[in-house]
């Protein structure tokens, strides 16, 4: 009921507490963290003699001391009555400019961030705007901005249908008690998101474990650790936005891989197929497939997964998670069908037109231009930003010197069914193979629609 002005005390009337619950929104959305603090005057000896019996451990048998102790503690809380106001104390704790940038780069990335706090609203609202979670026009165009902040007393009021409903919407939640954040996560999950969440506290655990990815800082406790999928140990928001980078990089990589060695396959297969069903000698040695297939094929598939990221990485939707879908077959299968024409029409034109032991000259031919359409589509799948994977380019060097010594080395020759060619024949196969490098982009056009 006092307030202590300059050293004199006065009373604490309706007037001064107005403005001083005035002064208190002003520091909140100023984002500051207001203290209040306040004093009395109290028995040095009395409040020693409670103090010291604080320290003392109780046995509920000794009914003597628990008397006193009653008593006396009953004494210390008298002394937080009727205290004297003293001010107000105000704690910044700005945010790391990291993590500004980093939540920009969410957003455009497609990913919502929603800042969970146990702050006093206006706080939790001026911290947003600084972060960029809300607009800095917030306060301007409030009404543009409905349920855009809930606290945590708002939502328990509200029921499950009404709080269905705005869940997508809301950016800030202020005053939340730790078991709110559940049902949060929950909400969002069923609205089919993938929801993430960060914690530390001994209270965020079942949040986390409830998470579809839960993200503990690395000074948080033992518990919250072990409920977490993941541990950001230098607990900065912007390490788990580079963590996003480098997962959408590893899956472009892991896509690459996958549709590298598919349309390997389905070329492979066609170029079997389609030669099986004409009246002509098989084009592949059992042999010169399993090259194909684990020489050829793999430093290259391999080397594609150290691709870097795309330029747009962060600035495209979330994906489904699909490796695959029905355009990327369709592509796929058309660079398949460009590799067995070219492949047969090589075969076919040697067998017809060829001098001397034309059936290995054809087998030769058609097997290193298969080799060759693999290289060259390789590059087909590199990252769109043309990265420096010097692995790539030493792997596709590496595959075509081993090619060329399966063609020309005597020993070599008697294992894998080939002989010599000469420098036209080399032309020939470079230039059907090197297609495939337009096929690709033709292929794209026309899944796309725009042939």
């Known amino acids: 009921n006092k307030i202590d002005f300059n050293g004199h005390i006065n009373d604490f009337d309706p007037g001064t507490k107005n ?11 100023r984002s500051l963290r207001v203290i209040a603090l306040a004093y009395n005057k109290i028995d040095t000896e009395e409040y020693e003699k409670v103090s010291d019996l604080d320290n003392k451990e109780i046995e509920k048998g000794d009914s003597e001391i628990h008397r006193t102790y009653s008593k006396n503690r009953h004494h210390g809380e008298s002394f937080e009555k009727d205290l004297i106001f003293a001010g107000l104390l105000g704690i910044m704790d700005p945010p790391r400019p990291e993590a500004i940038d980093a939540i920009s780069d969410c957003q455009k990335a497609g990913i919502n961030v929603v800042m969970i706090t146990g702050d006093h609203k206006d706080t939790a609202t001026a911290i947003a705007m600084e972060l960029g979670i809300l607009p800095r026009d917030y306060y301007i165009h409030e009404e543009n901005y409905n349920n855009s902040i809930l ?4 939502l328990e009021d509200l029921t499950d249908e009404e709080y269905n409903a705005i869940a997508k919407d809301i950016k800030v939640y ?19 998101e993938i929801v993430s969440m960060t914690g530390d506290g001994v209270n965020d655990a ?22 977490a999928d993941m541990i950001i140990q230098d607990d900065n928001f912007a390490t788990i936005v580079s963590s996003i980078k480098e997962g959408r990089t590893i899956f472009d990589n892991i896509k690459r891989f996958f549709k590298f060695q598919l349309s390997t396959n389905i070329g492979a297969i066609l170029t079997i197929t389609i030669g099986s069903l004409l009246p002509i000698p098989t084009p592949f040695t ?3 497939l399993l090259w194909i297939n684990i020489i050829m094929d793999g430093p290259p598939a391999q080397s594609l997964g150290l691709e870097g990221p795309e330029k747009d990485i962060m600035r495209r939707p979330p994906e489904k998670g699909e490796l695959i879908n029905r355009k990327t077959l369709m592509k796929i299968t058309i660079s398949g069908i460009v590799m067995a ?37 390789a590059l087909n799948y590199r990252s769109s930003s043309k990265s420096r994977n010097t692995m790539l380019w030493l792997s596709l060097i590496g595959s075509f010197i081993l090619q060329v010594l399966v063609i020309y080395v005597p020993f070599l020759q008697a294992i894998f069914k080939t002989c010599a060619i000469g420098l036209i024949d080399w032309i020939l196969i470079i230039i059907v193979s090197a297609i495939i490098l337009v096929t690709d982009k033709i292929a794209n056009r026309i899944v796309d629609g725009n042939i």
Not at 181 to 192: A, C, F, S, T, Y
Not at 206 to 212: I, N, R, T
């Open 341 to 377: 024409i070219g492949t047969l029409g090589l075969f076919i034109y040697e067998l017809n037109n060829g001098i001397g032991d034309v059936k290995t000259k054809a087998i030769t031919i058609a097997f290193t231009v298969f080799v060759l359409y693999q290289l060259f589509n």
């Open 19 to 29: 403005e001083i619950m005035r002064e208190i929104d002003r520091m909140t959305k």
């Open 286 to 288: 059992p042999i010169q």
């Open 151 to 154: 606290t945590g007393q708002e």
């Open 174 to 192: 202020a005053r939340v008690y730790p078991e709110q954040k559940r049902r949060i996560i929950e909400v969002l999950q069923n609205h089919g």
């Open 206 to 227: 079942p949040a986390l474990k409830k998470a579809s990815i839960g993200v503990a800082m690395g000074s948080g406790t033992d518990v919250t650790k072990e409920s």
